[in-house]
Protein backbone atom coordinates (compact mmCIF):
# COMPACT_ATOMS: atom_id res chain seq x y z
CA UNK A 1 0.00 0.00 0.00
CA UNK A 2 2.85 2.73 -0.65
CA UNK A 3 1.25 6.13 -2.02
CA UNK A 4 2.60 7.33 -5.29
CA UNK A 5 4.00 9.97 -3.17
CA UNK A 6 6.41 8.34 -1.58
CA UNK A 7 7.19 6.00 -4.68
CA UNK A 8 8.21 9.37 -6.33
CA UNK A 9 9.82 10.70 -3.56
CA UNK A 10 12.53 7.11 -3.38
CA UNK A 11 12.74 6.77 -7.34
CA UNK A 12 13.30 10.19 -8.53
CA UNK A 13 16.88 10.81 -7.22
CA UNK A 14 17.36 7.84 -9.45
CA UNK A 15 15.91 9.55 -11.98
CA UNK A 16 18.33 12.40 -11.51
CA UNK A 17 21.89 10.34 -11.42
CA UNK A 18 20.15 8.65 -14.96
CA UNK A 19 19.69 11.89 -16.05
CA UNK A 20 23.56 12.58 -16.03
CA UNK A 21 24.29 9.55 -18.07
CA UNK A 22 25.05 6.92 -15.10
CA UNK A 23 22.84 3.84 -15.87
CA UNK A 24 20.67 2.40 -12.81
CA UNK A 25 19.92 -0.97 -12.01
CA UNK A 26 16.56 -1.97 -9.57
CA UNK A 27 16.59 -5.38 -8.07
CA UNK A 28 13.38 -5.50 -5.90
CA UNK A 29 13.62 -7.04 -2.71
CA UNK A 30 11.13 -9.07 -0.34
CA UNK A 31 10.17 -5.27 0.76
CA UNK A 32 9.02 -4.55 -2.37
CA UNK A 33 6.89 -7.83 -2.62
CA UNK A 34 9.51 -8.89 -5.49
CA UNK A 35 7.97 -5.49 -7.79
CA UNK A 36 8.28 -1.79 -7.61
CA UNK A 37 5.52 0.30 -6.58
CA UNK A 38 4.51 2.47 -9.18
CA UNK A 39 7.47 1.49 -10.90
CA UNK A 40 6.40 4.47 -13.89
CA UNK A 41 8.32 6.79 -11.82
CA UNK A 42 11.37 4.85 -12.65
CA UNK A 43 10.51 5.20 -16.33
CA UNK A 44 13.82 6.23 -18.01
CA UNK A 45 16.16 4.99 -20.83
CA UNK A 46 18.91 5.26 -17.84
CA UNK A 47 17.18 2.66 -15.60
CA UNK A 48 16.45 -1.03 -15.65
CA UNK A 49 14.19 -2.44 -13.42
CA UNK A 50 14.49 -5.88 -12.85
CA UNK A 51 10.57 -6.82 -12.53
CA UNK A 52 11.32 -10.44 -14.12
CA UNK A 53 14.61 -12.48 -14.85
CA UNK A 54 16.67 -10.89 -17.78
CA UNK A 55 20.06 -9.51 -18.44
CA UNK A 56 21.09 -5.79 -19.15
CA UNK A 57 23.46 -5.49 -21.44
CA UNK A 58 25.60 -2.18 -21.72
CA UNK A 59 28.85 -0.57 -23.81
CA UNK A 60 30.81 1.75 -20.96
CA UNK A 61 34.28 2.84 -21.71
CA UNK A 62 34.37 0.02 -24.70
CA UNK A 63 33.93 -2.25 -22.32
CA UNK A 64 30.65 -5.13 -22.85
CA UNK A 65 28.49 -5.27 -19.83
CA UNK A 66 25.64 -7.82 -18.99
CA UNK A 67 23.99 -7.62 -15.71
CA UNK A 68 21.64 -10.37 -15.10
CA UNK A 69 19.23 -10.75 -12.03
CA UNK A 70 15.84 -11.59 -11.02
CA UNK A 71 13.29 -9.96 -8.53
CA UNK A 72 13.05 -11.64 -4.90
CA UNK A 73 11.31 -15.17 -4.89
CA UNK A 74 9.81 -15.53 -2.28
CA UNK A 75 9.31 -19.55 -2.77
CA UNK A 76 12.37 -22.13 -2.37
CA UNK A 77 15.11 -19.93 -3.86
CA UNK A 78 17.47 -22.99 -3.14
CA UNK A 79 16.24 -25.22 -5.56
CA UNK A 80 15.09 -22.74 -8.10
CA UNK A 81 17.85 -20.92 -8.39
CA UNK A 82 19.45 -22.11 -11.43
CA UNK A 83 15.64 -21.83 -13.56
CA UNK A 84 15.93 -18.63 -12.67
CA UNK A 85 19.22 -17.40 -13.42
CA UNK A 86 18.59 -19.43 -16.70
CA UNK A 87 15.55 -17.33 -17.45
CA UNK A 88 18.10 -14.87 -17.40
CA UNK A 89 19.30 -15.35 -20.95
CA UNK A 90 23.03 -14.99 -18.98
CA UNK A 91 24.50 -17.20 -21.66
CA UNK A 92 22.77 -16.07 -24.57
CA UNK A 93 25.29 -12.87 -25.63
CA UNK A 94 29.05 -11.92 -25.27
CA UNK A 95 30.10 -10.20 -22.97
CA UNK A 96 33.47 -8.96 -21.63
CA UNK A 97 32.03 -8.23 -17.89
CA UNK A 98 28.97 -10.04 -16.27
CA UNK A 99 27.57 -9.41 -13.18
CA UNK A 100 24.90 -11.32 -11.42
CA UNK A 101 22.48 -8.70 -9.47
CA UNK A 102 20.01 -10.55 -6.66
CA UNK A 103 18.04 -9.75 -3.08
CA UNK A 104 18.81 -13.05 -1.63
CA UNK A 105 20.73 -14.94 1.23
CA UNK A 106 23.68 -17.00 0.33
CA UNK A 107 25.63 -19.86 2.40
CA UNK A 108 27.63 -18.05 4.75
CA UNK A 109 26.45 -14.46 5.43
CA UNK A 110 26.06 -13.42 8.79
CA UNK A 111 23.46 -11.24 10.47
CA UNK A 112 22.66 -10.08 13.96
CA UNK A 113 24.62 -9.29 17.51
CA UNK A 114 25.24 -12.96 17.29
CA UNK A 115 26.07 -13.21 13.77
CA UNK A 116 23.93 -15.85 12.73
CA UNK A 117 24.97 -17.66 10.01
CA UNK A 118 22.53 -18.95 6.90
CA UNK A 119 23.81 -21.85 6.23
CA UNK A 120 20.67 -24.47 4.28
CA UNK A 121 17.19 -23.21 4.31
CA UNK A 122 14.86 -23.05 1.81
CA UNK A 123 15.62 -19.61 0.86
CA UNK A 124 19.23 -19.46 1.39
CA UNK A 125 21.15 -19.99 -2.28
CA UNK A 126 24.03 -22.23 -2.08
CA UNK A 127 26.80 -20.06 -3.09
CA UNK A 128 28.98 -23.12 -4.99
CA UNK A 129 25.81 -22.56 -7.39
CA UNK A 130 27.13 -19.69 -9.13
CA UNK A 131 28.72 -20.72 -12.14
CA UNK A 132 31.50 -19.76 -13.31
CA UNK A 133 31.52 -17.00 -15.92
CA UNK A 134 30.61 -14.28 -13.63
CA UNK A 135 33.04 -11.42 -11.97
CA UNK A 136 30.91 -11.18 -9.12
CA UNK A 137 27.32 -11.29 -7.36
CA UNK A 138 25.88 -7.89 -6.33
CA UNK A 139 23.73 -8.77 -3.80
CA UNK A 140 21.12 -7.27 -1.48
CA UNK A 141 18.67 -8.50 1.08
CA UNK A 142 21.33 -8.64 4.23
CA UNK A 143 22.05 -5.78 6.09
CA UNK A 144 25.45 -6.32 7.10
CA UNK A 145 28.43 -5.01 4.76
CA UNK A 146 30.48 -8.64 3.99
CA UNK A 147 32.34 -10.60 0.88
CA UNK A 148 31.59 -13.97 0.59
CA UNK A 149 34.79 -15.47 -1.35
CA UNK A 150 34.12 -19.36 -0.09
CA UNK A 151 31.91 -21.78 0.56
CA UNK A 152 30.95 -23.30 3.86
CA UNK A 153 33.40 -26.37 3.07
CA UNK A 154 36.17 -23.70 2.62
CA UNK A 155 36.10 -24.23 -1.18
CA UNK A 156 36.58 -20.53 -3.39
CA UNK A 157 33.77 -18.98 -5.03
CA UNK A 158 33.90 -19.14 -8.95
CA UNK A 159 32.30 -15.55 -7.91
CA UNK A 160 32.72 -13.64 -4.85
CA UNK A 161 29.28 -12.33 -3.08
CA UNK A 162 29.09 -8.66 -2.25
CA UNK A 163 26.97 -7.09 0.32
CA UNK A 164 27.29 -3.56 0.87
CA UNK A 165 24.90 -3.98 3.52
CA UNK A 166 22.19 -1.07 4.00
CA UNK A 167 23.09 1.93 3.99
CA UNK A 168 21.50 3.07 7.64
CA UNK A 169 20.42 1.37 10.25
CA UNK A 170 17.07 -0.44 10.32
CA UNK A 171 17.23 -2.36 13.41
CA UNK A 172 18.62 -2.57 16.95
CA UNK A 173 20.17 -5.90 15.85
CA UNK A 174 22.73 -3.11 13.30
CA UNK A 175 23.28 -0.60 16.02
CA UNK A 176 26.64 -1.05 16.28
CA UNK A 177 27.39 -2.19 12.37
CA UNK A 178 29.08 0.36 10.33
CA UNK A 179 27.38 1.34 6.89
CA UNK A 180 28.30 2.28 3.63
CA UNK A 181 28.22 1.92 0.23
CA UNK A 182 31.00 -0.45 -2.05
CA UNK A 183 32.58 0.58 -4.87
CA UNK A 184 34.15 -2.20 -7.43
CA UNK A 185 36.72 -2.26 -10.39
CA UNK A 186 35.97 -4.55 -12.59
CA UNK A 187 38.12 -5.65 -15.41
CA UNK A 188 38.28 -8.24 -18.66
CA UNK A 189 40.25 -11.11 -17.91
CA UNK A 190 42.08 -12.97 -20.61
CA UNK A 191 42.02 -16.83 -18.89
CA UNK A 192 38.14 -16.94 -17.04
CA UNK A 193 35.34 -15.55 -18.74
CA UNK A 194 32.97 -12.76 -17.38
CA UNK A 195 35.69 -10.74 -16.23
CA UNK A 196 37.34 -10.01 -12.81
CA UNK A 197 36.87 -8.08 -9.59
CA UNK A 198 40.40 -5.57 -9.74
CA UNK A 199 39.99 -3.92 -7.00
CA UNK A 200 36.97 -3.03 -4.34
CA UNK A 201 36.46 -0.44 -1.72
CA UNK A 202 33.90 -0.05 0.90
CA UNK A 203 33.03 3.73 1.66
CA UNK A 204 31.51 4.54 5.17
CA UNK A 205 28.63 6.47 5.49
CA UNK A 206 27.37 8.41 8.31
CA UNK A 207 24.75 6.97 10.01
CA UNK A 208 21.67 7.42 13.27
CA UNK A 209 23.10 6.04 15.89
CA UNK A 210 20.83 3.69 18.17
CA UNK A 211 21.19 3.93 21.60
CA UNK A 212 19.57 1.61 24.45
CA UNK A 213 18.85 2.37 27.88
CA UNK A 214 17.57 0.24 30.57
CA UNK A 215 15.02 1.26 33.21
CA UNK A 216 14.09 -0.70 36.41
CA UNK A 217 10.60 0.44 36.71
CA UNK A 218 9.41 -1.42 39.47
CA UNK A 219 7.76 0.99 42.15
CA UNK A 220 8.96 3.57 40.58
CA UNK A 221 6.54 6.89 41.11
CA UNK A 222 6.01 9.08 38.48
CA UNK A 223 8.18 12.13 38.62
CA UNK A 224 10.79 9.96 39.13
CA UNK A 225 10.38 7.66 36.04
CA UNK A 226 9.91 11.70 34.75
CA UNK A 227 13.53 12.42 35.44
CA UNK A 228 14.76 9.08 34.37
CA UNK A 229 13.52 9.60 31.15
CA UNK A 230 14.57 13.06 30.99
CA UNK A 231 18.10 12.31 31.65
CA UNK A 232 18.37 9.61 28.97
CA UNK A 233 16.93 11.90 26.14
CA UNK A 234 19.52 14.57 27.27
CA UNK A 235 22.49 12.37 27.02
CA UNK A 236 21.38 10.69 23.47
CA UNK A 237 22.88 12.00 20.24
CA UNK A 238 19.92 14.60 18.89
CA UNK A 239 19.77 12.40 16.36
CA UNK A 240 19.64 9.02 18.08
CA UNK A 241 16.98 5.96 17.77
CA UNK A 242 16.62 5.73 21.85
CA UNK A 243 15.12 2.71 22.82
CA UNK A 244 14.13 2.46 26.54
CA UNK A 245 13.88 -0.86 28.10
CA UNK A 246 11.13 -0.51 31.35
CA UNK A 247 11.39 -3.20 33.56
CA UNK A 248 9.45 -4.52 36.33
CA UNK A 249 5.49 -3.24 37.01
CA UNK A 250 4.39 0.14 36.61
CA UNK A 251 1.40 2.34 38.59
CA UNK A 252 -0.44 4.28 36.36
CA UNK A 253 1.72 7.51 37.34
CA UNK A 254 4.78 6.18 35.71
CA UNK A 255 3.20 4.90 32.96
CA UNK A 256 1.89 8.11 32.11
CA UNK A 257 5.54 9.75 32.00
CA UNK A 258 5.74 7.50 29.28
CA UNK A 259 3.00 8.84 27.05
CA UNK A 260 3.23 10.02 23.73
CA UNK A 261 3.09 13.32 24.33
CA UNK A 262 5.54 13.47 27.41
CA UNK A 263 8.24 11.63 24.96
CA UNK A 264 7.58 14.28 22.43
CA UNK A 265 7.71 17.07 25.16
CA UNK A 266 10.86 16.02 26.06
CA UNK A 267 12.81 14.68 22.88
CA UNK A 268 14.68 16.95 20.07
CA UNK A 269 12.31 16.51 16.66
CA UNK A 270 15.19 14.91 15.12
CA UNK A 271 15.23 12.04 17.93
CA UNK A 272 13.04 9.07 17.85
CA UNK A 273 12.01 7.20 20.93
CA UNK A 274 10.71 3.66 21.95
CA UNK A 275 9.59 2.14 24.22
CA UNK A 276 9.87 -1.71 25.41
CA UNK A 277 7.91 -3.20 28.50
CA UNK A 278 10.09 -6.01 28.64
CA UNK A 279 8.22 -7.69 31.99
CA UNK A 280 4.58 -7.43 29.84
CA UNK A 281 3.28 -9.41 27.40
CA UNK A 282 3.85 -8.49 23.72
CA UNK A 283 1.82 -5.48 23.07
CA UNK A 284 2.55 -2.75 20.30
CA UNK A 285 1.43 0.79 20.15
CA UNK A 286 1.57 3.01 17.37
CA UNK A 287 1.93 6.57 17.59
CA UNK A 288 2.86 9.13 15.17
CA UNK A 289 6.51 11.17 15.65
CA UNK A 290 6.31 15.03 15.81
CA UNK A 291 5.81 17.22 12.82
CA UNK A 292 8.69 17.11 11.07
CA UNK A 293 10.54 13.93 12.91
CA UNK A 294 12.47 11.56 10.63
CA UNK A 295 11.04 8.44 10.16
CA UNK A 296 13.18 5.74 10.29
CA UNK A 297 12.25 2.45 8.26
CA UNK A 298 9.24 0.84 9.75
CA UNK A 299 11.40 -2.34 10.08
CA UNK A 300 13.03 -0.09 13.00
CA UNK A 301 10.45 -1.10 15.18
CA UNK A 302 7.73 -3.68 13.33
CA UNK A 303 10.12 -6.31 11.32
CA UNK A 304 10.23 -9.63 12.25
CA UNK A 305 13.55 -9.97 14.51
CA UNK A 306 16.90 -11.40 13.13
CA UNK A 307 18.17 -14.65 14.43
CA UNK A 308 19.77 -14.07 17.70
CA UNK A 309 18.94 -10.55 18.20
CA UNK A 310 17.35 -11.08 21.43
CA UNK A 311 14.30 -9.16 20.44
CA UNK A 312 11.35 -9.81 23.22
CA UNK A 313 7.78 -8.29 23.01
CA UNK A 314 7.55 -4.68 22.87
CA UNK A 315 5.31 -1.30 22.44
CA UNK A 316 6.53 1.66 20.80
CA UNK A 317 5.86 5.29 21.09
CA UNK A 318 7.88 7.16 18.21
Avoid at 141 to 156: E, F, I, N, Y
Avoid at 290 to 304: I, L, V
Wanted: charged share 25%; with cysteine.
Amino acid sequence: RVPPSLAYQALEPLRRVADQGVPVLVVPGNHERSRIPHARFAAHPGIHVFHEPGTRRLVIRGRRLALSGFPYERGGVREGFGALLSATGWREGEADISLLCVHHCFEGATVGPSSFTFRDGPDVIRAGDVPGGFAAVLAGHVHRHQVLTRDLSGRRLDAPVFYPGSVERTAFAEKDETKGYLVLEVAEDGIRSGGTVVDWQFRELPARPMVVHEVGGEGLEGPRMHEIVRRAIADAPPDAVLRLRIGGRMGPDARRALSAQRLRSLAPATMNVEVVFVDEPRRIRRRSPRAGAPRPSPGAFFDSPLPGSGHTGRSAAR
